[in-house]
């Protein structure tokens, strides 16, 4: 990603920019906006002044689909003449109208160094936001890598100031997991189906539930889990569950992937961690109203609960019961479980295999090379700076379009400014 020092109006009509326009961005800051459709189908990528960056949407089996984002920046031009404004002498000026196509703005080393002490130095900084749920992975010098990786915030932050090495490269991927619209039967049908299915699947332990009380699981955590590598505890029950849970939801088998149509899923706990289970939820509702537990440990056999006779049979074998709570750490991983989009973790299903992307179905390159199925790609800039300065502030953000393919978002958008 090398755009050059300061785009020129008329470099943006050159490179094929649209609505071009100069408004004020207040402290004496002017901001020039400018758009760019990109249309794969006919050939157009990126602009020239974008030459670096590529764009590549790939699917999995399931109906995942993954976009990532690629890009190298070189600022050694810039960096360089920050260097020589610093050490010029005197008698440095600098011509800035003909950036702007406007009359001749001649700013003189003192001006330079009254803007510097106001403004402070150059500085470029990208916010990128690309379609989908759940981030997958981030390379590269971003400035909230860990946040963005984490869940915190779905726009990853790049910022270069002339202390930092002038030349890097980026990489930014995230995934969009589809939904499907399904009937209040359909859910209960499929939460059903799951039911059967986890009774079939998860492992029964120590069936020893004295008077028909869910006494099982505390004879396995007091005798038998310390002999077996703390098998069939409430935490290696729910380790069970949502890896069941999760098998389904990266099925390639569409029948099977369909028993999770409507429903969420993520790991709860009670007593501050010291009882855990999974609990399985019509997507959209709060799981602490709507929410069926999945719990073997109580009675070691694969039992279901309704949320609110789990939490009130939980005096009876998880120490009197705290209120449920998403499980320790795991909020961010699991967003659905707070109120926030479904998103589950990418990379514990790359680890194990799962829901990979395996088929190519977009490639947008710069200047030429490009190759979809997807029918536009539309991108936006606007680049703010003030009259009498060289500062720059460029962010990029990618959110899912209106126009729709099936399942799939049929275009992106981009804003730099």
């Known amino acids: 990603m090398h755009p050059p020092l300061i785009l020129t109006l008329k470099d943006l009509n050159n490179e094929g920019w649209e609505k071009i326009e100069i408004s004020s961005a207040g402290n004496d800051l002017l901001q020039l906006t400018a758009e760019y459709k990109i249309d794969p189908a006919s050939g157009r990528g990126f602009p020239e002044s974008m030459k670096n960056f590529s764009l590549k949407v790939e699917e999995a089996e399931n109906g995942y689909k993954y976009f ?78 860990e946040d963005y990786l984490n869940g915190k915030t779905d726009v990853i932050e790049f910022v270069w100031t002339p202390d930092k090495r002038p030349t890097g490269t980026l990489h930014v991927s995230r995934r969009w997991e589809p939904k499907t619209e399904v009937s209040q ?113 109580p009675t070691q056999k694969p039992q279901i609960y309704d949320i609110d006779t789990w939490f009130v049979s939980l005096g009876l074998y998880a120490y009197g019961g705290y209120y449920p709570e998403v499980s320790f750490g795991m909020e ?47 991108w936006s800039v606007s680049i703010r700076m003030a009259m009498q300065s060289i500062r720059r502030l460029l962010m990029c953000h990618f959110t899912p379009c209106q126009r729709k393919m099936g399942n799939t978002p049929g275009s992106s958008c981009c804003l730099i400014r």
């Open 68 to 145: 990532t984002m690629d890009g190298a920046y070189d600022y050694t031009q810039l960096s360089e003449m920050w260097t020589n404004l610093q050490n010029a002498d005197s008698g440095f000026t600098i011509d800035l109208g003909q950036y702007f196509g406007g009359e001749q703005s001649v700013m003189t080393k003192e001006e330079i160094d009254a803007f510097v002490q106001r403004f402070g130095s150059p500085k470029v900084e990208f916010k990128i936001k690309l379609p989908g749920n759940t981030p997958v992975e981030a390379k590269g010098t971003w400035r909230n890598l």
């Open 332 to 378: 961010n991983a699991y967003p659905h479980l707070s109120g926030g989009l479904s998103s589950y973790p990418a990379q514990a299903d790359l680890d194990r295999h799962r829901a990979e992307p395996i088929k190519q179905i977009l490639v947008i390159n710069s200047p030429s090379q490009s190759c979809s199925k997807w029918k536009m790609v539309v």
């Open 185 to 297: 039967e359909d859910i209960q049908n499929n939460l059903q189906n799951l039911f059967y299915n986890y009774q079939q699947e998860i492992p029964i332990g120590w069936n020893i539930n004295i008077l028909e009380m869910p006494t099982g699981g505390w004879f396995n955590n007091l005798i038998f889990a310390h002999f077996n590598n703390e098998i069939y505890t409430c935490g290696s029950y729910q380790n069970y569950v949502m890896d069941f849970l999760d098998r389904i939801r990266t099925s390639p088998d569409t029948n099977v992937r369909n028993m999770l149509n409507g429903l969420d899923y993520g790991p709860i706990q009670t007593n501050g961690g010291g009882h855990v289970a999974v609990v399985v939820y019509p997507s959209g509702t709060d799981w602490l109203e709507t929410g069926t537990v999945f719990d073997p440990w």
